[in-house]
C-alpha cells in the first residue's frame, strides 16, 4: 500500500481523461476523504474520492506555495 499523494488546496492537476468541455486541468478546492475538483475550463465542481484520484492523476501543473 502507497503512503497518499501530498496534495494541497490550490493544486492543479492533469488527470488522464478530459472533461468533457475540453479541458484537462482540475484545482483542488477541498481535500479530505473526498476531494472536491474545479475544473479550470469551465468551473464546474466536482467531488471524488481520495483513491479514485488518486489512480487518474496523470501530472501537477503547478502547486499554488511555490
Given at each position: 500500500?502507497?503512503?497518499p499523494?501530498?496534495?494541497k488546496i490550490g493544486d492543479v492537476v492533469r488527470l488522464?481523461?478530459?472533461h468533457p468541455c475540453g479541458a484537462n486541468e482540475?484545482?483542488?478546492?477541498r481535500l479530505g476523504a473526498?476531494?472536491?475538483l474545479k475544473c479550470r475550463?469551465?468551473?464546474?465542481?466536482i467531488m471524488i474520492?481520495?483513491?479514485r484520484l488518486e489512480r487518474r492523476i496523470k501530472g501537477f501543473v503547478r502547486d499554488e506555495q511555490s
Amino acid at each position: 500500500m502507497r503512503p497518499p499523494l501530498p496534495l494541497k488546496i490550490g493544486d492543479v492537476v492533469r488527470l488522464k481523461k478530459g472533461h468533457p468541455c475540453g479541458a484537462n486541468e482540475w484545482e483542488i478546492i477541498r481535500l479530505g476523504a473526498d476531494i472536491r475538483l474545479k475544473c479550470r475550463g469551465c468551473g464546474r465542481t466536482i467531488m471524488i474520492p481520495r483513491s479514485r484520484l488518486e489512480r487518474r492523476i496523470k501530472g501537477f501543473v503547478r502547486d499554488e506555495q511555490s
